[in-house]
């Protein structure tokens, strides 16, 4: 166990437009792919859980729903420091964004860092420039420009987080990855392996709902229902000789093991559920909305 003295730990949410790169900056921070990060704008439905451990410091990065999904809520409340990720292509759209400046008039007593992301499309020369921006447009305690395919700032962005989030006694177990179960992790796992195979527009209207989650041979055994939300989606989501399913299977197992540690062993199943996406109870059963 780590020891009390010294010890830095808290709550960091990880916020921003969509596509701003949040779920991937979150996984390069953490060192685990737990936050499903995909191309396709507003992968991030609900709050997803990802704990840093070093020897001093604990932090629980919260990667948020987009700022303009939609919800109109702030991402999440309490926090002990909030993130702003912008993508930097779009930085001076961004900035101006409502969405963003309701944010930044939300969250004026807790201290904020930035970072502007994909700093890669940029010469280093003009990284520089892109903090200056920031800091002329927004009052932050910090700004931290990453990469988080290359890695480049994100080990800044740990030590800007490190030295302002609280010291207090350890908050979680040194063998917590994440505060969600395994099945949650696994379920997005599931979702995020139908939008690395399908089209979008299917991908975005299947639904993945776990229906049984035990062990069976030493193997985690998950029987999975996938609901599309037409009969015409069904074909395309199984593929010729259910070559479709045994890919998204592949995919999903391989990234879900990884992060649970253990074989898994993934039996999909695709269901109909007749536009379910426009329906209240279904989205509530589905985990969409509270």
Request: overall charge negative.
């Amino acid at each position: 166990m780590m020891q009390a003295d010294g010890i830095r730990s808290g709550y960091v949410a990880v916020v921003g437009l969509a596509n701003s790169g949040k779920s991937a900056l979150v996984n390069a921070l953490t060192g685990r792919r737990i936050c499903p990060s995909h191309e396709h704008p507003g992968m991030t439905r609900i709050p997803v859980t990802s704990i840093l451990m070093t020897d001093d410091v604990q932090i629980c990065f919260i990667d948020t729903p987009p700022l303009d999904s939609g919800s109109g809520c702030l991402p999440v409340s309490g926090a002990d420091l909030y993130c702003l990720v912008l993508n930097s292509n779009q930085l001076s759209a961004q900035l101006d964004s409502s969405h963003v400046l309701d944010f930044l008039a939300k969250i004026r007593d807790v201290p904020l860092i930035v970072a502007p992301s994909f700093i890669d499309h940029f010469p280093a020369s003009l990284h520089g420039a892109l903090v200056n921006q920031v800091s002329m447009a927004v009052n932050s305690t910090d700004i931290v420009p990453v990469c988080s395919l290359s890695g480049q700032g994100v080990q800044s962005l740990v030590n800007s987080v490190s030295a302002k989030i609280p010291g207090r006694v350890e908050l979680f177990p040194d063998d917590c990855i994440s505060l969600h179960s395994e099945r949650f992790l696994v379920s997005e796992q599931i979702r995020y392996s139908l939008f690395c195979a399908l089209p979008p527009e299917i991908a975005s209207t299947t639904a993945v709902q776990i229906e049984e989650f035990s062990i069976r041979d030493e193997k985690r055994y998950v029987r999975t229902n996938l609901y599309v939300a037409r009969h015409s989606s069904k074909g395309v989501v199984i593929g010729k000789k259910g070559s479709m399913l045994q890919h998204i299977a592949r995919i999903a197992s391989e990234s879900a093991s990884r992060i649970i540690e253990r074989p898994l062993n993934l039996d999909l199943w695709v269901k109909v559920r007749e536009s379910w996406p426009e329906n209240r109870e279904d989205l509530v059963e589905f985990g969409y909305v509270c």
